[in-house]
């Protein structure tokens, strides 16, 4: 059974940093690019960021220079490092799974991240 369980989301006040975690269990991490993605209130999911098995990571227009994704193959978690928050941050951010071997794909409950203004 697949599990995406993410952590580290909170109220922040703008500037501030967060650390958001994603731990999974049940899929092949190695084989698979990881992402983060957001939705906040009467909007559409977007990409916030994804990093390949290579490490080789992209990101939002919105969030470059700001947000950094990293990932650690030996605990199955991937990471979203925050800084210089915005109240425009706020969302509920949620963790995915790709693996691009046999096309499946894995979603996270998500974790709220409320930056205060």
């Known amino acids: 059974q697949v599990q995406l369980v993410e952590s580290g989301g909170g109220l922040v006040q703008a500037g501030g940093s967060l650390r958001l975690s994603c731990a999974a269990s049940?899929?092949?991490?190695?084989?698979?690019?990881m992402g983060w993605y957001r939705q906040a209130p009467g909007k559409q999911r977007e990409l916030v960021a994804t990093?390949?098995?290579?490490?080789?990571?992209s990101y939002a227009d919105s969030v470059k220079g700001r947000f950094t994704i990293s990932r650690d193959n030996a605990k199955n978690t991937v990471y979203l490092q925050m800084n210089s928050l915005r109240p425009e941050d706020t969302a509920v951010y949620v963790c995915?799974?790709?693996?691009?071997?046999?096309?499946?794909?894995?979603w996270g409950q998500g974790t709220q991240v409320t930056v205060s203004s």
């Open positions: 995915n799974a790709y693996n691009i071997f046999v096309g499946s794909e894995y």
């Open positions: 990093i390949t098995r290579g490490n080789s990571a």
């Open positions: 049940g899929v092949i991490f190695s084989a698979s690019r």
